[in-house]
């Protein structure tokens, strides 16, 4: 329950498989979760020239696109309202059904192919494990397969998103990873679900998850952290530009001034799209704190001290229940943590991390058959 401060000890890389039993056909096996201890992790140390939050922000946003060959297989995913999004599912040669499964979900403006997002799933590929990067509604290969945006509180697309994986291994335990608005996503689903998740969801982690939206909102109207208000504005207008060919729903609004904050943004775009009444009425509901108290799967949210976007007091203040783990960092920004060489093999020290938590055994989740149990 209380916040862990990172060991210096190296997180033990074991199994990517995890304990349960196999279905006979019979009724679905159910999960009895329990409340566990996560493995320990490396101390990140910063690269010697980012050596504050903001370096590491910048800096892990504008890291090079890796080398990749897209070898990914696209499952496009029914929603409830009659639209779509697209899995990219990731597939080793090796992996054979009951092999872990793991769901990545992006941030705000990202995609399957967003730096972290590739790198990441290349590192969990290359260990035999079946990766599945999911972009959110309207974004990436489902542009067209949408006519309003995704956003922080689409928790339900997450919802079909696992339904989709648990329909193509029903025998694989699955871990969902969610990085900055992913990770809201993934709390408010968690919250929503309590002890009915997915019987194969046997983890999550959440990396500097905006759990009180409208709080990070105003952080980044400061005069220090305006850079990164223009920068989503920016991002998410060059969204709309693309969307306008396919999107009818975009023709119902005036954009001929353009946003000029995400705030703005949100009340002018994202709220009437989604439903909501206004920016705030959107950030009210969709945002995941006051859902961490009822979490019932093994849950991990790491952040940093220094994330300029996400303040840590944010986390560390909201209750949670006693299935969330919260550690924090001393550095690494927003999603940054770009680290010293020597302790990986490269300087992403984030990415290695997400590999030790999705192959690490997990020994809080049993499978059984009997429903009283």
């Given amino acids: 329950m209380n916040a862990i401060p990172m060991s210096a000890e190296t997180a033990a890389r074991q199994s990517a498989s995890s304990s349960r039993e196999p279905h006979d056909g019979g009724e679905p096996a159910r999960s009895v ?4 201890e996560f493995p320990s992790f490396p101390e990140f140390r910063p690269h010697p020239l980012l050596r504050n939050g903001h370096l590491q922000t910048i800096a892990g946003a504008y890291a090079p696109l890796p080398r990749h ?60 494990l079946r990766v599945f990067r999911m972009d959110m509604r309207g974004h990436g290969a489902g542009l067209r397969l949408a006519q309003s945006p995704g ?22 335990p699955i871990a969902i990873a969610g990085v900055s608005l992913g990770g809201n996503i993934l709390l408010k689903w968690l919250g929503e679900v309590g002890v009915a998740a997915h019987p194969q969801v046997d983890r999550a982690l959440a990396v500097a998850p905006p759990i009180d939206l409208l709080a990070c909102c105003q952080l980044i109207q400061r005069p220090r952290s305006r850079l990164y208000d223009r ?38 775009v994202t709220a009437p799209l989604s ?24 849950t991990l949210i790491l952040a940093a001290a220094d994330d300029p976007l996400v303040p840590p007091g944010m986390l560390e203040s ?53 429903s009283e149990q």
């Avoid at 979760?33 to 566990?36: A, E, G, L, S």
């Avoid at 709309?240 to 353009?258: F, G, I, K, N």
């Avoid at 439903?275 to 093994?298: K, N, Q």
Wanted: aromatic share 8%; hydrophobic share 40%.
């Fill in 231 to 268: 920068a989503f504005v920016r991002t998410l207008m060059r969204q709309v530009a693309e969307r306008r060919e396919h999107w009818t729903s975009l023709a119902t609004l005036d954009l001929r001034q353009p946003p000029r904050s995400l705030f703005e943004f949100d009340n002018r």
């Fill in 275 to 298: 439903g909501f009444r206004d920016a705030e009425h959107y950030y009210a509901m969709a945002s995941a704190a006051s859902r961490l108290a009822t979490i019932a799967v093994p």
């Fill in 33 to 36: 979760r329990r409340p566990r």
């Fill in 151 to 172: 956003h922080a509180g689409r928790s339900e697309d997450a919802a079909a998103a696992i339904a989709k994986i648990a329909e193509l291994g029903p025998d694989s």
């Fill in 318 to 370: 909201a209750p949670r229940s006693e299935f969330v783990t919260l550690r924090i960092t001393a550095h690494g920004g927003h999603v940054g943590y770009i680290g010293r060489r020597g302790v990986d093999p490269d300087r992403h020290w984030l990415d290695w991390r997400i590999v030790d938590w999705a192959t690490e055994r997990c020994l809080a989740t049993e499978f059984t058959k009997d």
């Fill in 69 to 128: 060959v897209y070898r990914a297989e696209r499952r496009v995913v029914d929603l409830l309202d009659g639209e779509q999004l697209v899995l990219h599912d990731d597939r080793p040669v090796e992996w054979r059904p009951g092999d872990r499964c793991v769901l990545l979900l992006h941030g705000l403006g990202g995609g399957y192919h967003s730096p972290y997002m590739i790198r990441t799933a290349e590192k969990l590929r290359a260990r035999g």
